[in-house]
């Protein structure tokens, strides 16, 4: 009979406070706490985020734990994000986690918050090994490749701005309320993705840069508007379409060359914008042309989310991977 290993995952690295029970890999429970706090002020506030941490984190927690099933006793070991986020959030949720393992004497486990993005693809399947993962968030952009569960390698990453952080600078030039995004996407598949052309950045091998795109596309709508100050509204769902589809075109076409480049043929995307409809289609059909077998996490694990921080600490704690109580969280620790 296998042994039943249990997981209690905590994941604070922004604005999302999550918790979640993983056993023997598989997720009993997944409950995130959601700030709407920083709505009113057009982005994450750090103070507020830490504060908002704090009242979270024990109910949170408690819910993760009934909702599996499970009592404290039962718990096997703690895993939570150690890096990188914001330092205060961080704080929060590595306080706990240690004050928690050090009260039951339980093994600790320091989690890289991009290494879980790309293992959040082993929750509910099982990609082959050496298998492409494309994460993108708004803190971060990055190519890997996965030679197994721990032994990954970044290929290449953003040299400036991640390209979630493009789409809500998009959405801000245009009036959106944060987190624009999203919003972004929404009208985008209203609008022609070809009627507006905004320049490609060419970077070498296969790393980003999105602070280009930005800036032609402030450049064009400040033009724009001088000869008509409602341009913008006018032509919303275009505007949006065409930025998406700049910003996608540069993913895909980096993602594509990199796995010719390593002949990979099983490819995901993770992260946030992970939730783009424009990314996944495009992935889809570059998939469909290069004979990719291609992986999309459920839309409740491409976001931030303990159950990714459990299932990579569910790998990390079968090779007796654990850190000691001197850890201390990182907001820019690198890792791959």
């Known amino acids: ?33 959601t700030q709407h706090v920083h709505e009113r002020y057009g982005g994450v506030v750090p103070e507020l985020a830490s504060r908002a941490h704090m009242q979270n984190i024990i109910p949170v927690v408690d819910a ?10 039962e718990i096997t070991a703690l895993a939570f994000t150690q890096a990188p986020g914001l330092i205060g959030s961080l704080l929060v949720g590595a306080c706990f986690a240690k004050a928690f393992a050090q009260a039951r004497n339980l093994p600790l486990i320091a989690v890289h918050h991009m290494q ?41 990453e953003t040299i400036d701005d991640a390209a979630g952080e493009a789409f809500d600078k998009v959405a801000k030039m245009l009036g959106l309320p944060y987190p624009g995004g999203p919003l972004v996407d929404k009208y985008a598949k209203l609008g022609d993705p070809l009627r507006f ?14 602070s280009g795109v930005k800036t032609s596309i402030l450049y064009f709508l400040q033009k724009e508007r001088k000869l008509d100050p409602d341009f913008a509204e006018k032509n919303l769902n275009d505007i949006c379409a065409s930025a998406q589809y700049t910003i996608v075109k540069m993913l ?23 939730a783009n409809s424009g990314l996944r289609k495009a992935l889809l059909e ?21 159950a990714m921080i459990g299932i990579t600490g569910y790998y990390k704690f079968l090779k007796g991977d654990f850190t000691d109580l001197s850890v201390s969280p990182s907001a820019r620790a690198t890792w791959g």
Not at 135 to 146: D, E, R, W
Not at 197 to 207: A, D, G, H, V
Not at 286 to 306: L, M, R
Request: aromatic letters at 8%; proline letters at 4%.
């Open 1 to 33: 009979m296998q042994k039943i290993t249990n997981i209690l995952a905590i994941e604070s690295s922004c604005d999302e406070t999550s918790a979640a029970i993983i056993q023997n890999g598989k997720v009993l429970s997944n409950h995130i706490a």
């Open 64 to 73: 993760a734990i009934k909702d599996a099933g499970i009592v404290n006793e």
């Open 116 to 156: 879980a993005h790309v293992l959040a693809h082993f929750i509910d399947e099982q990609p082959p090994f050496p298998f492409m993962c494309l994460t993108v968030s708004g803190g971060h952009t990055q190519i890997v490749l996965c030679k197994d569960y721990l032994n990954m390698e970044i290929m290449g």
């Open 197 to 210: 052309k905004f320049p490609l950045s060419e970077m070498p091998e296969y790393n980003f840069s999105f």
């Open 252 to 274: 895909i076409n980096k993602l594509t060359k990199a796995a010719k480049a390593q002949n990979i043929k099983h490819v995901g995307i993770a992260g946030g914008v992970s």
């Open 286 to 306: 570059a998939g469909e042309k290069n004979g990719w077998k291609v992986y999309i996490p459920k839309f409740e694990y491409c976001t931030d989310n303990a």
